[in-house]
């Protein structure tokens, strides 16, 4: 069967498993109006976090991890904010979350220091210098606890939703 992409094994990722602690970051956070810095201690300190790193904005990963998310709906089912990462800039997640009505909140990190901090950095194609997030999702207590923990090991790979759901009901 023709894909029409190849499949692209990655490296091994090297991230926070459950019960490490989630590395601390400040990146703006921007939504369908405006950005500001926040700190992902910020948002734990309100309870937990489903952080998503996903592909830059406009990729087909991308797109397909956030219709499922915000078709899963787990922030209205379970007490969690969810927000994305990637190495869109503020104004290409702005144009994302407005073009697709997103209800989700997205940290830029174009330098992809957070997905280094994280293991899960995904070298686009061998250039030099050149990389971005793969597809990765952290469930994060409010403690900054790590609670569950998955990354992509090919691309493109996604999420088990049902397996994001079960850590939920863990919390």
Known sequence: MDLGFDVVELDEPDYPEEGASAPEFVRPLVN?????????SEL?????????????????????????????????????TIVGLSISTPYEHKTFIADRNL????????QNGVAEMYGVVNDLGGF?????????????????????????????????????ENALDRL
Not at 103 to 110: E, K, N, Q, T
């Open 44 to 80: 734990t300190a309100d309870g937990p976090v489903l952080l998503v790193f996903h592909s830059m904005d406009g990729a087909f990963p991308a797109t397909y991890i956030w219709k499922e998310l915000a078709d899963r709906a787990f922030d209205e089912q379970y007490d969690v």
């Open 103 to 110: 209800p989700y909140r997205l940290f830029s990190d174009p």
């Open 32 to 40: 369908d109006e405006y950005w500001e810095d926040v700190a992902l």
């Open 128 to 164: 030099a210098g050149v990389s971005e997030s793969r597809p990765a999702v952290f469930l994060i207590d409010g403690d900054r606890t790590v609670r569950y923990a998955w990354a992509a090991r090919e691309w493109p790979e996604f999420p088990d939703y049902d397996e994001i």
